[in-house]
């Protein structure tokens, strides 16, 4: 079954961090590109950043940058998204997506880039 896990969300403060998780099983996430992107009830899905599938470049949305951090591990078959300083504006479900028709392309922070998604995890910052 092919399928994309998300794991490691929960309640944090202000200030906090999380590592979000996210699996790939029924097929290899090696090479081809990923985003993570989250949802606030009410809103538009956006983007939160990506990493390519060949060289391991990334992009991140704008007000997350120099906070959060996605990287993979190949090994693992998994990808990750290290959140620190979070805001109670990181509120949201966050959800994975992998490309998997075409190999080592650069990652871009567009939805309709990733045709295979996560059911999400929850991430709440409150205090």
């Known amino acids: 079954q092919v399928q994309l896990v998300e794991s490691g969300g929960g309640l944090v403060q202000p200030g906090g961090s999380l590592r979000l998780s996210c699996a790939a099983s029924?097929?290899?996430?090696?090479?081809?590109?990923i985003g993570w992107f989250r949802q606030v009830p009410g809103k538009e899905r956006e983007a939160v950043a990506c990493?390519?599938?060949?060289?391991?470049?990334?992009l991140y949305k704008t007000s997350v940058k120099g906070r959060f951090t996605i990287s993979r591990d190949n090994a693992k078959n998994t990808v990750y998204l290290e959140m620190n300083r979070l805001k109670l504006e990181d509120t949201a479900i966050y959800h994975c997506?992998?490309?998997?028709?075409?190999?080592?392309?650069?990652?871009?922070?567009?939805?309709?880039?990733?045709?295979?998604w996560g059911q999400g995890t929850q991430v709440t910052v409150s205090s």
């Open positions: 997506a992998s490309e998997s028709l075409v190999l080592f392309r650069p990652c871009l922070l567009l939805e309709g880039e990733y045709d295979r």
């Open positions: 029924g097929f290899r996430l090696d090479g081809y590109a």
């Open positions: 990493i390519s599938g060949s060289e391991g470049s990334t």
